[in-house]
């Protein structure tokens, strides 16, 4: 396997290759500092778990104020707003001027249903709501990455769609658990209290 069969879509990759590739180019790849973009928990434990070292620095910027007709435009317009926020607070020059390249990674994840795009519930009659509503049907998480090298300043994103399918609730399930289900969906985590 070589590095291009892993970008190109028409050469087919195994899970275990994939990992098996990842293992070579590690060994060989350029040494590359992250900042990680995010104060998500889930993107944190991803990284860490695949043993990268980085630091973490979230946007201060205010996500609602962002509006975009399509959820694609919406998720990639928020990833570079984090960028742009992020950025504005870094030294950039010293990035410019050190030998390895450092790497700011952003992101954002809605989630549609029925074509409109849904915010994170803001009360536990909204949870409900939202899980009555997916039950039997289906919505869709749409998500984008971020890519920002500090040191060129090239910047990389995309975005990409799954749909989710959600078999009939059964009503009288555990209310709490169906509540921490839909956190993890529209959140990343189960951090918010309701």
């Known amino acids: 396997m070589t590095k291009e069969s892993l970008t190109r879509p028409d050469s087919p990759v195994s899970p275990s290759e994939f990992r098996q590739s990842l293992g070579n180019m590690e060994a060989s790849a350029t040494p590359v500092k992250i900042i990680l973009g995010s104060s998500s928990m889930p993107r944190r434990k991803i990284l860490a778990e695949m043993g990268y070292e980085f630091s973490v620095m979230a946007a201060d910027i205010d996500e609602k104020s962002i509006r975009k007709e399509k959820p694609e435009d919406l998720v990639m317009a928020i990833a570079e707003a984090k960028a742009e926020a992020i950025l504005n607070r870094l030294p950039i020059g010293d990035y410019i001027k050190e030998a390895e390249p450092t790497i700011l990674i952003t992101g954002d994840q809605v989630v549609v249903y029925e074509g409109v795009i849904r915010e994170k519930p803001s009360s536990r009659?909204?949870?409900?709501?939202?899980?009555?509503?997916?039950?039997?049907?289906?919505?869709?998480?749409?998500?984008?990455?971020?890519?920002?090298?500090?040191?060129?300043?090239?910047?990389?994103?995309?975005?990409?769609?799954?749909?989710?399918?959600?078999?009939?609730?059964?009503?009288?399930?555990?209310?709490?658990?169906?509540?921490?289900?839909?956190?993890?969906?529209?959140?990343?985590?189960?951090?918010?209290?309701?």
């Open 125 to 194: 009659e909204e949870a409900r709501r939202f899980i009555k509503d997916y039950s039997g049907g289906q919505c869709a998480t749409v998500s984008s990455v971020l890519v920002t090298n500090l040191k060129t300043g090239f910047r990389k994103g995309e975005w990409d769609r799954v749909e989710v399918p959600f078999v009939l609730i059964l009503y009288l399930c555990s209310f709490q658990i169906l509540v921490l289900c839909c956190m993890i969906l529209l959140n990343g985590s189960a951090e918010l209290t309701l």
